[in-house]
């Protein structure tokens, strides 16, 4: 089964999207916020984030520089980004992520976008 974090501080999107992931047959861990999401990420095992840039307790970019802080966390982990501002889509370009999803994004992108992320890991 596939360990996904999702990073989101909107709880019914953040519900709407674990039970579409939840069907697809992942396991989802739902962080809302930056500070939670690393609790998650030194405690388990984590194979794909998808990331909202906008959190109560900063930027999505905070996370991203952590992950990028320490690389000997976990193997890369694929990232995808899910924003409403224009301001965080060169984010897109930073290592680890691998799709920007500009919002509102439907249950079935995100499936598919996920679908694509892991079948280039398992490939990779």
């Known amino acids: ?8 501080d909107d709880a019914p999107m953040a519900g709407l999207y674990g039970r579409a992931l939840a069907g697809q047959g992942h396991h989802v861990m ?8 690393i609790e998650i990420l030194q405690s ?3 194979d794909l984030i998808i990331l909202d840039m906008t959190l109560p307790d900063g930027p999505g970019t905070q996370l991203l520089d952590f992950l990028e802080a320490h690389p000997n966390l976990q193997q890369a982990i694929p990232v995808i980004i899910t924003t409403g501002f224009v301001r965080y889509l060169k984010q897109g370009e ?4 691998v799709e920007t999803l500009t919002k509102p994004v439907t249950p079935s992108q995100l499936i598919q976008s996920v679908s694509a992320a892991l079948d280039n890991l398992r490939e990779g």
């Open 94 to 97: 930073r290592n680890p992520v």
């Open 44 to 46: 388990s095992h984590i």
């Open 30 to 37: 739902i962080a809302t916020g930056n500070q939670k999401a």
């Open 1 to 8: 089964m596939t360990a996904i974090l999702m990073v989101e």
